[in-house]
């Protein structure tokens, strides 16, 4: 009897494993629908310099879906899925033309000129093809290299150090910027990230959570600012909620900051109105 129970476990997991398979690709069937309808969107994000009037020096790109069944679905849900059966790379391509072209456009309307950033994930940072990924979309729109900044995690660097120490050189030399984002979540060690030669270090938005008080984020921020400070590069805080969050990661000598307390992530007609009219920081 135990068996039989045993028997109808399975089968049930079984069922809820296929339902949740159908389920997810449906989702990618919508997915790569969205985008050959050009149905993806891109929000940008501004970055300010964390000076007495904060500056915008920068931008992330950030893809939006909004899928008329399920409504919005989180970037975190849906590039996994991409990743997994091989759709990342032409959205990828989507977002980099998209990101080149609106930048462009921003320099050329005289409002921003700060370099745009675009998140890139394992499996397309570490293809063949990456350089010339990058190399043909800067050609195709004509943005100049410097104006275009690739977030790359930690994790996705550290764990292939050789390769990643070679790609982040190549784009260096045709002025590409290029982060360390989520910094503090990949576990290394500093020995690897400091064989790695980032223009940029971005502090994990749950270390700027605890802030101003808790004493191991506040720890963790200062360790982040220095070891920026000892290799000469910019560091950059994410998820800025709050105005004694930016007054404390200023007080610890942070270069750069973004988040919500600054600026949200906005479609770019809006992002054009806000430079317009002046108003691009919150304090
Ligand atoms: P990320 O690169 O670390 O991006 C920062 C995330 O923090 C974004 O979430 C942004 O909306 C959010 N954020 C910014 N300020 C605040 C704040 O003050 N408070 C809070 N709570 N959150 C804030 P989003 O847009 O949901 O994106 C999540 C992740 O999805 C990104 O994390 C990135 O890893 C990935 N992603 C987004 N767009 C793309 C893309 O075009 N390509 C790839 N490969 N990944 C992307
Ligand atoms: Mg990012
Ligand atoms: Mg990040
Ligand atoms: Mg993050």
Redesign the pocket.
């Known amino acids: 009897q135990a068996k039989a129970a045993g028997g109808n476990c399975v089968r049930v997991f079984q069922q809820a494993l296929r339902r949740r398979t159908e389920a997810r690709l449906l989702m990618l069937e919508r997915l790569r629908e969205a985008l050959k309808e050009e149905r993806l969107q891109?929000?940008y994000?501004l970055q300010y310099a964390l000076e007495a009037e904060p500056r915008p020096v920068g931008m992330?790109?950030?893809?939006?879906w909004h899928d008329g069944e399920r409504g919005a679905v989180?970037?975190?849900e849906f590039?996994g899925l991409?990743?997994e059966y091989g759709l990342?790379g032409a959205?990828?391509h989507w977002?980099l033309e998209r990101?080149c072209r609106d930048n462009l456009a921003l320099i050329r309307s005289g409002l921003l000129d700060v370099p745009v950033a675009?998140?890139?994930?394992g499996s397309?940072f570490l293809r063949e093809d990456f350089l010339s990924l990058i190399g043909d979309s800067l050609a195709r729109t004509g943005l100049p290299g410097s104006r275009l900044e690739l977030?790359i995690?930690e994790r996705v660097a550290v764990s292939n150090l050789d390769d990643a120490v070679q790609i982040i050189n190549s784009l260096r030399a045709s002025d590409v910027v290029v982060s360390m984002?989520?910094f503090g979540t990949g576990y290394s060690s500093l020995g690897s990230i400091k064989q790695l030669p980032f223009d940029r270090l971005?502090i994990?938005?749950s270390f700027?959570?605890g802030l101003p008080n808790d004493a191991v984020d506040q720890a963790i921020v200062r360790a982040a600012v220095q070891v920026a400070a000892s290799l000469d590069i910019t560091v950059v805080a994410?998820?800025?909620?709050t105005v004694e969050q930016l007054e404390c990661l200023r007080a610890a000598g942070c270069d750069h900051g973004?988040?919500?307390?600054?600026a949200?992530?906005m479609p770019l007609e809006q992002l054009q109105a806000l430079l317009r009219s002046g108003q691009a920081a919150n304090s």
């Open positions: 891109l929000h994000q992330e790109a950030l893809l939006r989180s970037p975190t590039i991409a990743e990342i959205i990828t977002v990101a675009v998140n890139i994930c397309t977030e995690t984002d989520d971005k994990d938005r700027i959570a994410e998820g800025i909620e973004q988040g919500y307390w600054l949200r992530p």
